[in-house]
């Protein structure tokens, strides 16, 4: 809970940061997206590609050495994951 916020790009564009037990909705075209989750020491990449009507749910966390990790969920966690947490505002 007192980590520092999980900053999230996809490809070039910053999307914002994520705090804890926080969530954010994007809503994409479907193609090819690289999106990133930046640790205070480093960052993972996740090479996703969305398919029309798709909802995929992706977790970032931070791990012991300052790393940010991005791994996709199922919907089931996914859902379960979103509706205990609150809504992360996003960068305009």
């Keep these: ?3 520092p916020p999980i900053n999230i790009t ?3 564009q910053a999307l914002g940061g994520l705090p804890a037990q926080s969530w954010m909705r994007l809503d994409l075209t ?3 997206y690289d999106m990133r989750a930046y640790g205070t ?3 993972t990449e996740l090479i996703i ?3 029309p009507g798709q909802t995929r749910f992706f ?5 012991d050495a300052g790393n940010a990790r991005l ?6 966690q996914g859902r379960r994951l979103v509706n205990q947490g609150q809504q992360a505002p996003m960068l305009p």
């Design 71 to 76: 791994m996709e969920l199922s919907p089931y």
């Design 10 to 12: 996809m490809g070039r």
């Design 1 to 3: 809970a007192d980590a």
């Design 30 to 32: 479907p193609k090819l």
């Design 49 to 51: 590609t969305v398919d």
């Design 41 to 43: 020491q480093a960052n």
């Design 59 to 63: 977790e970032a966390v931070t791990e």
